[in-house]
């Protein structure tokens, strides 16, 4: 089994910044592309930013220009850096991995980490 555990979510106020960080462990054989999903009440989860293997990066329209994303194959750690945040991007932030394990290497599943709260608040 594979496990993606996020850390760096917490309160921050508009304007400021927060690094959020997923490490993925367990059986893995290859992690392929990794992302961020954010969810709000009353909204649909949507795709914030995608990092491939090769380091290529992709953005929601909306984060273009404030939040950065970043990989440590090394670490099995992918990274969100957001900056200039605003409230209405409060919402719970999910890590999301495409990996392959050693039981079944050929075979790419979806992970997913357990969410962590964002808050953009004075």
């Known amino acids: 089994q594979v496990q993606l555990v996020e850390s760096g979510g917490g309160l921050v106020q508009p304007g400021g910044s927060l690094r959020l960080s997923c490490t993925a462990s367990?059986?893995?054989?290859?992690?392929?592309?990794m992302g961020w999903y954010r969810q709000a009440p009353g909204r649909q989860r949507e795709l914030v930013a995608v990092?491939?293997?090769?380091?290529?990066?992709t953005y929601a329209d909306s984060v273009k220009g404030r939040f950065t994303t970043s990989r440590d194959n090394a670490k099995n750690t992918v990274y969100l850096q957001m900056n200039s945040l605003k409230p209405e991007e409060t919402a719970v932030y999910y890590c999301?991995?495409?990996?392959?394990?050693?039981?079944?290497?050929?075979?790419?599943?979806?992970?997913w980490g357990q969410g962590t709260q964002v808050t953009v608040s004075s």
């Open positions: 999301n991995a495409v990996i392959s394990t050693w039981f079944r290497v050929s075979q790419e599943d979806d992970y």
């Open positions: 367990g059986s893995i054989f290859r992690i392929y592309a």
């Open positions: 990092i491939s293997s090769a380091g290529s990066t």
